[in-house]
């Protein structure tokens, strides 16, 4: 794959990704095997067993990895740069020494993901990104306040100062605590199975805040998912298609078409497809029955 950015330094971020050239929303710009993986819940003693199973090369290209303690030698460093850089790849988790170089945003610019069926990571654009940009992730959930993203990313040794947490932090900060209410909300109903017209209408919120908010990656995916899901339940199927159709957008732009998630989110907009066909065909006999009924009424007289 040509190299569609490089890394370099980021002022008072250490190392960053920076484009190339302009990207394409939906490019996927890595993707990447784990140099190794740890099963969660992890233990140092795993961390420090996986990494002395590297070759010499290995570790030291390991031991190039951002540490939040430069001071920190031997496990404590292995640990450390193992807290510092770690993704999660579906129940392990993962030193991708290349992934470990994107720094974060609250409102990133680019998706990271698991491919279980590559067994790597693939990194996505999810929006245009003109040259020389910085590409950022998101290694934090999107229905946090700020307070709470603060707190999280502290463990990383860093503030974030993204427009999310700077400059337009009130009402970003107004949205997300709003995202965090809908969230709730939705999986409650879904607990309690409670199936009303509230659910879609609670997660078509989210994606008008998610919008608003610039998110438009997996959780705007999973949003417009709810908000399909939601109709399905109280029997609108048409509305139901719409949103899942665009969750099969969303879907490809951040994981990629060769992704699993892509085709569960295919086969969803199937079903509700074929569904929605039986649901008709039904009319149409009942419709065909009475045609009938009224012809030979007609015909009797
Ligand atoms: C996974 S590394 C990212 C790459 C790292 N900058 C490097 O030089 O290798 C995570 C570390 O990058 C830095 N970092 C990431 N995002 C940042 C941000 N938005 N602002 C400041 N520092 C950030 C923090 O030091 C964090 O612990």
Redesign the pocket.
Known sequence: MPALYE?R??P?????CFSSAPILAGTLILTEKPLFAVREPRTNAAVIAAFSDLTSNEKDLYLT??A?DPTNANGARVIDIFN??AWQTGSRTSILPL???????CIPNASFAWNPRLSRITVHTIVAIPANTQI?LS?ELPYQTLDSRREK?SA???????SACGCDSAASDARRARMVVLNARIRVAARKQIWSAEVPKAALELVRLLKEEGLVGEALGLAYHEAAAGWKRIGRLDFAIRYAKRELDICTLCYGADSPFVDSSREFLGILREERLAKIARKVSVVDALDLAVGEIALDS
């Not at 008072?12 to 960053?16: F, Q, S």
């Not at 990383?156 to 993204?162: I, Q, V």
């Open positions: 890394v330094p980021a008072g971020e250490g190392l960053g990895l951002h939040l510092s850089n992934a470990a170089r994107f720094n974060h945003s950022k290694y990313l990383y040794g860093f503030a974030c100062s993204c």
